[in-house]
């Protein structure tokens, strides 16, 4: 296979399925990370996954995914196709989750739930040191 038709994220742009962004999937002609779709900030999960699709996620929703991280820039790696933001939503900071990870931002998840959160190292480090803590999915400290 030429690296030309290499599948990558459309979110993220990686090949590489690893611990980090989970397995690749393709459905029609996207493809995408499955932890790279349920961290980012502009989609949920509307369907149970199947095996022929992109995790629950639609096909048109990653696209408009996809096109609303191009006007974001990843404040790990500087590029344009951030969709991962903060959870602080007076927070500017957005990452591909793969630099999100990289960055030290901390997940919080619970599957059953279908509760997929992210907060950049900076707030979490600020709610976590100073004796607060996450009960459940809602943050008890309003971070800024």
């Given amino acids: ?3 030309s038709s290499l599948l990558r994220c459309v979110l993220c742009w990686k090949s590489e399925e690893d611990s980090v962004t989970g397995a690749l999937a393709t459905k029609d002609d996207i493809t995408a990370h499955e932890n790279c779709l ?3 900030s502009g989609i949920y999960c509307k369907n149970s996954p199947v095996f022929d ?3 629950g996620f639609s096909v048109e929703d990653v696209k408009q995914e996809s096109r609303r991280g191009k006007k974001l820039k990843c404040h790990g790696c500087k ?3 951030a969709t991962a933001g903060c959870e602080v939503k007076r927070c500017p900071r957005s990452y591909h989750y793969p630099c999100a990870v990289k960055s030290n931002a901390r997940t919080i998840e619970n599957q059953t739930k279908g509760v997929y959160q992210l907060f950049c190292a900076y707030h979490y480090e600020k709610a ?3 004796g607060k803590r996450c009960l459940g999915f809602y943050w008890l400290v309003l971070c800024h």
């Fill in 1 to 3: 296979m030429s690296s």
């Fill in 38 to 40: 349920l961290y980012a």
């Fill in 53 to 55: 699709d992109l995790f």
């Fill in 79 to 81: 590029n344009t196709g």
């Fill in 128 to 130: 976590n040191g100073s």
